[in-house]
């Protein structure tokens, strides 16, 4: 009967260890569980935080790509438009060629000198006639003008009241020789059919002559 008694006392005392254990396990489960629940959630946010940054981070990379190519279409336009201006800058100024009469040594005619001015103007040739003795050097252009006359190509060329002064002091054929000068040197110059000369906007009149009208390359005779 004592053996018997032991016997349970034994079995229920080994029924309460094993109760207590499982009970320990299952604790220890459980909060096992939660604990990898929680680090599984925290694992979760943490993504989901980097997944945003990551996607800012390619948008950023994408916005830069986009950004290059344009900058480098600036830097391109740039770059052309300042080689257009250099070339602009070193290119040479445009010569002209001009044909100036001068009276020979023997008075009979005119040498024809063909020169380059930078631009041909009526002041520019006035300048070279000046330059080569024909004229004097107080004279000079009140107005010129290109233009048509009955289907031609004229000129109208003004000049101030000393070039009359001028030739009303030479003889009739240093008059001659310096109209023709001035007459020859514009329509070869400007290839013109017809020049018509004035002072001061008034008819040329000499003593020897009075320049109306237009006048045709000119001859010495």
């Given at each position: 009967?004592?053996?018997?008694?032991?016997?349970?006392?034994v079995l229920l005392c080994a029924?309460?260890?094993?109760?207590?254990?499982?009970c320990s396990n299952t604790q220890d489960t459980d909060a096992k569980t939660q604990t990898e629940s929680k680090e599984d959630k925290k694992?979760?946010?943490?993504?989901?935080?980097?997944?945003?940054?990551?996607?800012s981070e390619k948008e950023s990379a994408a916005s830069k790509e986009e950004t290059v190519p344009k900058d480098e279409s600036?830097?391109?336009?740039?770059?052309?438009?300042?080689?257009?201006?250099?070339?602009?800058?070193s290119a040479p100024v445009q010569t002209g060629q001009a044909f100036i009469y001068v009276p020979d040594e023997n008075a009979e005619g005119w040498d024809v000198n063909q020169v380059e001015i930078?631009?041909?103007?009526?002041?520019?040739?006035?300048?070279?006639?000046?330059?080569a003795g024909v004229l004097t050097d107080s004279i000079t252009v009140q107005n010129f003008e290109e233009t048509e006359e009955e289907g031609q190509y004229v000129l109208k060329l003004d000049l101030s009241s000393n070039f009359k002064?001028?030739?009303?002091?030479?003889?009739?054929?240093?008059?001659?020789l310096t109209i023709?000068?001035?007459?020859?040197?514009?329509?070869?110059?400007y290839q013109a059919e017809a020049i018509q000369i004035t002072v001061d906007g008034s008819t040329?009149?000499?003593?020897?002559?009075?320049?109306?009208?237009?006048?045709?390359?000119?001859?010495y005779q």
């Open positions: 009967m004592k053996h018997r008694t032991l016997c349970i006392a029924a309460m260890i094993f109760g207590t254990a499982g694992d979760t946010e943490e993504k989901s935080k980097e997944t945003p940054d990551k996607e600036k830097d391109a336009v740039k770059s052309h438009a300042e080689i257009q201006e250099s070339q602009k800058e930078a631009q041909v103007t009526a002041d520019a040739l006035i300048g070279q006639l000046v330059g002064d001028s030739i009303r002091s030479m003889g009739t054929a240093g008059e001659i023709g000068a001035v007459v020859n040197s514009f329509l070869d110059t040329l009149e000499t003593g020897h002559e009075v320049y109306e009208g237009f006048m045709t390359h000119m001859d």
